[in-house]
Every structure is written in structure tokens, then in C-alpha cells.
């Protein structure tokens, strides 16, 4: 019987240092992100939109290049800036310190920055119609799912 607690003691202990071996394994040796994202979940109220840049950049896709969707800061042409963080004003009407970065105060009227949504719809619409391929306007299901 007292053979049997021993072993059972040693089964534990065994389990729990396998345990805590398994979890310094997988946090210490995790995969690397990648570079750039390989697909970005945008939510919208008509349906969210499944962005992969696969389909879109690289040899496995149209080809389009970074700075085709992504603005950049002047003099910086590494700084990618993604739509949210231009198109995405305050409500209180004042300037937001990211578009100072670049522009000078009374460059442009904030009323005439279009929204994140409507930034998106213009930048990826025209660029489908401009390159004849994808979805176009009229085809809202094909990148808006529910």
C-alpha cells in the first residue's frame, strides 16, 4: 500500500514538472509574429470585412505595394500608418496631434478628412474598380460578412 502513495506522489510530481516544462517550453520557443499581419478582421456595421494582405501583396498575390494603401509620414517612407489612425477624429473637433505630425495647423479642415469607413470604401473600392479586379460597388456580400 505505501508502495502504491509513492507512486501515485511520484505520478504528480512527474505530471506537474512535465507541466511547467511544457509551458516554459511554449513561451520561450513560441513562433515569431509575422512582419506584416497576415489577414485583419475590420468591424463595420454592415458586416465585418476579412482583410488578408496576402491576396493583396507578395508574389502570392496582385502585387500591390505597401505605400499603394498605407500613408506615410514626409522623409520617414518605413513609418506605414494604417486608415484608423488618420481617419479616426475626435468628436470634440479638435486636431489630433498624429495629423500635426505631418501637416501644418490650417493645412486642411477637419470636416473634409472622411471617416475611417469611408476612407476604407474609397481606397479599397477604387482600387478594385481602378484594377477591374475583386468585388466592385455593387457587390457589398463578397467582402461584408454577417
Not at 32 to 45: G, H, N, Q, W
Request: charged fraction near 20%; include cysteine.
Amino acid at each position: 500500500m505505501e508502495k502504491m502513495k509513492n507512486q501515485t506522489k511520484l505520478a504528480y510530481w512527474m505530471a506537474a514538472v512535465l507541466l511547467a516544462v511544457g509551458v516554459l517550453s511554449y513561451t520561450a520557443f513560441s513562433a515569431k509574429p509575422p512582419e506584416e499581419p497576415v489577414r485583419i478582421m475590420l468591424t463595420a456595421s454592415a458586416g465585418n470585412v476579412l482583410f488578408t494582405h496576402d491576396t493583396h501583396s507578395g508574389s502570392a498575390g496582385y502585387g500591390v505595394d505597401c505605400f499603394t494603401c498605407h500613408h506615410h509620414p514626409d522623409g520617414d517612407d518605413y513609418a506605414l500608418r494604417s486608415c484608423g489612425d488618420c481617419h479616426n477624429l475626435p468628436e470634440d473637433g479638435s486636431t489630433p496631434d498624429i495629423c500635426l505630425e505631418c501637416h501644418d495647423e490650417g493645412d486642411f479642415e477637419l470636416d473634409m478628412v472622411p471617416s475611417r469607413a469611408d476612407a476604407f470604401h474609397i481606397q479599397c473600392a477604387g482600387c478594385h474598380e481602378e484594377m477591374g479586379a475583386g468585388p466592385m460597388k455593387e457587390e457589398c456580400s463578397m467582402c461584408h460578412v454577417r
